[in-house]
Antibody
Framework: QLQLQESGPGLVKPSETLSLTCTVS??????????WGWIRQPPGKGLEWLGN???????YYKSSLESRVTISIDTSNNQFSLRLTSVTAADTAVYFC?????????????????????WGQGTLVTVSS | DVQMTQSPSTLSASVGDTVTITCRAS??????LAWYQQKAGKAPQLLIY???SLQSGVPSRFSGSGSGTEFTLTIRSLQPDDFATYYC??????????FGQGTKLEIK
């Protein structure tokens, strides 16, 4: 059974960089049918997609965060990572990683968008001095 | 960006009731829509994908319908375990997706 687990610091100072890693177990991150994504949820609020990555390294980011977000992948260790620069209190949230079951477009081309399953348990990151 | 709007934001119901949650998209998302259930302190869990396909292991009292801009999640014969927050998510955009703001299902 595929499982995802987020890890990283729970406290980050304002203006610094938030870095998280998602470790995938029970299956390979190299599978062609899947993207891998990051989603966050501020306390008491809804879900916000941050970005996706494919095993090839192709990435897609939420447009409003594109200047601050970087997602990378380490296929040898079955991990993918999130970096968010210049954080503020507004970046305080539970950060989730998830597998994206990518839908297919014309001629079976794998798209970067799909439904999310499974999710990691999430990790709370607080931005505070 | 496609905006997703759920209604109601909060729904009060009793065990055994049937409830419906609506999700509207600001533009057509065809049938590229999923529903998730989230309990307090936990990660969301997939219920429905492609608007009406039931995820393996999800009870059949959950069902989804709709296409284009209007979608519904129906839960029949509510069980105590069903009281949670529900989110819709569109994935029509080829490289991104967006969520509704959530509907909290409370015990009446």
């Amino acid at each position: 059974q595929l499982q995802l687990q987020e890890s990283g610091p729970g406290l980050v100072k304002p203006s610094e960089t938030l870095s998280l890693t998602c470790t995938v177990s029970g299956g390979s991150i190299n599978r062609n049918s899947y993207y891998w994504g990051w989603i966050r949820q501020p306390p008491g609020k809804g879900l916000e997609w941050l970005g996706n990555i494919y095993h090839s390294g192709t990435t897609y980011y939420k447009s409003s965060l594109e200047s601050r977000v970087t997602i990378s992948i380490d296929t040898s260790n079955n991990q993918f990572s999130l970096r968010l620069t210049s954080v503020t209190a507004a970046d305080t949230a539970v950060y989730f990683c998830a597998r994206v079951i990518a839908r297919r477009g014309i001629r079976g081309v794998i798209l970067a968008s799909g439904w999310l399953d499974p999710w990691g348990q999430g990790t709370l990151v607080t931005v505070s001095s | 960006d496609v905006q997703m709007t759920q209604s109601p934001s909060t729904l009060s119901a009793s065990v055994g009731d049937t409830v419906t949650i609506t999700c509207r998209a600001s533009q057509s998302v065809n049938s590229w829509l999923a529903w998730y259930q989230q309990k307090a302190g936990k990660a969301p869990q997939l219920l429905i994908y492609d608007a009406s396909s039931l995820q393996s292991g999800v009870p059949s009292r959950f069902s989804g319908s709709g296409s284009g801009t209007e979608f519904t999640l129906t839960i029949r014969s509510l069980q105590p375990d069903d009281f949670a927050t529900y989110y819709c998510q569109q994935y029509n955009s080829y490289s991104s997706y967006s969520f509704g703001q959530g509907t909290k299902l409370e015990i009446k």
